[in-house]
């Protein structure tokens, strides 16, 4: 089945550093990429669909140059959280879908990183 | 934008009993829902989806329904087990497009 990295699977930050996390598809091109935000014992809330070669779409409320989206390449796509504060701490998870048409709009999830801002 | 509510919050039943959990949406153009299983710090993952053309769907104890005209649907899980304990989130949404989460049920399975 369809695979999805994701580096680091977790991170400790200082308040005001930025933070890059990966999403790979590592066996099927994925012209989407969905980054979700979840916090304990919450639901995960969409912050961002990216497509590859072109601007993310942010939901509304998430701040764009705060959460630089980046999908360069078919299998490659990069969140970085700059100038991060506590309340950045998140459990952030990426999706892909593989665009080749495969299983109708399913998404593959990556194993999610793990924020801390101290 | 899609709405998805989802009911309940909690669940719990006694091993070998069914689980029914569900959701509402408020989109009238989302024709996919999916269903995810989710275990503590880790990622969702599928146990099974349907489409609006489909009123029923089933794979061996989970099945899922779906009435378009009253927007919601339901999963279903019989004969539960310990390890079905996780959150299960529902989702909705169209074509090749996003779809939004419900609020999650716990389930606990009592052995």
């Known amino acids: 089945g369809a695979v999805v990295s994701q580096h680091p699977s977790w991170v400790i930050c200082k308040s005001g550093t930025s933070v890059k996390i990966e999403c790979r598809s590592l066996?099927?091109?994925?012209?989407?990429m969905f980054w979700y935000r979840q916090f304990p014992k919450q639901s995960l809330m969409l912050m961002a669909t990216?497509?590859?070669?072109?601007?993310?779409?942010?939901e509304q409320g998430v701040e764009k140059d705060k959460f630089l989206i980046n999908h360069a390449s078919l299998t490659l796509s990069t969140l970085t959280v700059t100038s991060a504060h506590p309340e950045d701490s998140s459990f952030y998870i990426c999706?892909?879908?593989?665009?080749?048409?495969?299983?109708?709009?399913?998404?593959?999830f990556g194993p999610g990183t793990r924020l801390t801002v101290l | 934008g899609e709405n998805v509510e989802q009911h309940p919050s909690t669940l719990s039943v006694q091993e070998g009993d069914s689980a029914v959990i569900k959701c509402t949406y408020s989109?009238?153009?989302?024709?996919?829902f999916p269903w995810y299983k989710q275990e503590l710090g880790k990622r969702p993952q599928l146990i099974i989806d349907?489409?609006?053309?489909?009123g029923e769907k089933k794979d061996q104890r989970i099945a899922v329904t779906l009435n378009k005209t009253a927007k919601h649907f339901s999963l279903h899980i019989t004969e539960t087990q310990p390890e079905d304990s996780a959150v299960y989130f529902c989702?909705?949404?169209?074509?090749?497009?996003?779809?939004?989460f419900g609020t999650g049920t716990k389930l606990q399975v009592i052995p």
């Open positions: 989702a909705a949404g169209g074509g090749y497009q996003k779809v939004t």
């Open positions: 349907i489409r609006s053309n489909v």
């Open positions: 989109d009238s153009a989302s024709n996919y």
């Open positions: 990216s497509n590859e070669g072109s601007k993310a779409t942010y």
């Open positions: 066996d099927f091109q994925a012209t989407t």
């Open positions: 999706s892909a879908r593989d665009g080749a048409g495969g299983t109708y709009n399913e998404q593959f």
